[in-house]
């Protein structure tokens, strides 16, 4: 017996080009996947291929030039809180302190929560991520990684039914990094969530995804979409596992190809070998 699933999120051949001064840039072309309800999907590619545009789609921020990107099974029109957002840049306010930062999501209509669990998930989430020492500081007073959990800590507060994560974890030193995987993965046995990951770092995607969409240079197509069949709940124990080192190995080729196709691309028209 087939199960029809119905998708919570779908890219239907979607394309998107840029106006840039040298005419129009194809930057996604003719992406399709779906992404299902618990689905962890981890996006890699070389730097500019088109993961954060990809990603803008279904956050709302950009619109696809033809095919369609859905939610629901609606077309996705906009920015919504059922799809939270940390962004490759610390998505902060940098006119709030770190607890009003935290609080801001829940403060908007569609979260509003009482002000007693406002507080309590504000005080949560500052000790979850080491800044209650910091709570009435401001951005500017804290440190690139700091800012990078404060944005981490936003997202997560409002407990947004999607997570959508553009490089989160890739400001911060090895050992925060490696506790901010652990600490999701954590979120993600709590509360039921769907998240697309944005990483660089074949490992993480290994170790945090159920599904990894290895995009090509630019424009980003699907060059290959890997099933992680790893069973969750995944402890650090995993990556000595053989399965690991070999879909690493495997994951590892497919990117580094897509890599050298991008840097040959980048090279200035004149740069000859
Ligand atoms: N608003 C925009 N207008 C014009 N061009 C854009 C715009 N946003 C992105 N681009 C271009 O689209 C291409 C893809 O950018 P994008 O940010 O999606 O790449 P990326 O895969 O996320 O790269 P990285 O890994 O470095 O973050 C780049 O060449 C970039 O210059
Ligand atoms: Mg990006």
């Known amino acids: 017996m087939t199960s029809v699933k119905t998708a919570l999120a779908s890219f239907d051949r979607v394309s998107l080009d840029f106006d840039t001064p040298n005419g129009p840039m194809t930057v996604v072309e003719d992406v399709s996947y779906d992404i299902h309800g618990g689905d962890f999907v981890a996006v890699i590619g070389p730097s500019g291929c088109g993961k954060t545009t990809m990603m803008s789609m279904l956050a709302g921020f950009q619109k696809p030039t033809s095919g369609a990107v859905t939610f629901e099974g609606r077309p996705i029109t906009g920015p919504g809180s059922e799809r939270g957002v940390i962004f490759q840049e610390y998505g902060v306010y940098p006119w709030l302190t770190v607890r009003d930062n935290i609080a801001f999501g829940l403060g908007l209509k569609a979260n509003r929560v009482p002000a007693r669990e406002c507080d309590e998930i504000c005080e949560h989430y500052l000790s979850l991520m080491g800044l209650s020492d910091f709570a009435n500081s401001y951005p500017k007073h804290l440190s690139g990684g700091m800012r990078q959990r404060l944005a981490i800590a936003r997202a997560y507060a409002v407990k947004p039914k999607f997570l959508l994560m553009d490089e989160p974890f890739g400001a911060?030193?090895?050992?925060?990094?490696?506790?901010?995987?652990?600490?999701?993965?954590?979120?993600?046995?709590?509360?039921?969530?769907?998240?697309?990951?944005?990483?660089?770092?074949?490992?993480?995607?290994?170790?945090?995804?159920?599904?990894?969409?290895?995009?090509?240079?630019?424009?980003?197509r699907i060059r290959e979409i890997i099933d992680v069949k790893i069973p969750y709940p995944r402890s650090e124990a995993i990556q000595e596992y053989p399965e690991f080192g070999e879909l690493r190995k495997y994951v590892r080729g497919l990117v580094m190809r897509e890599y050298r196709a991008q840097q040959v691309q980048n090279r200035p028209a004149s740069f000859s070998e």
């Open 172 to 220: 911060l030193d090895a050992q925060t990094r490696a506790n901010m995987q652990n600490m999701l993965l954590g979120v993600l046995a709590a509360e039921e969530k769907t998240v697309m990951l944005i990483t660089h770092s074949v490992e993480e995607a290994i170790y945090l995804a159920s599904r990894i969409v290895v995009v090509t240079a630019r424009p980003a």
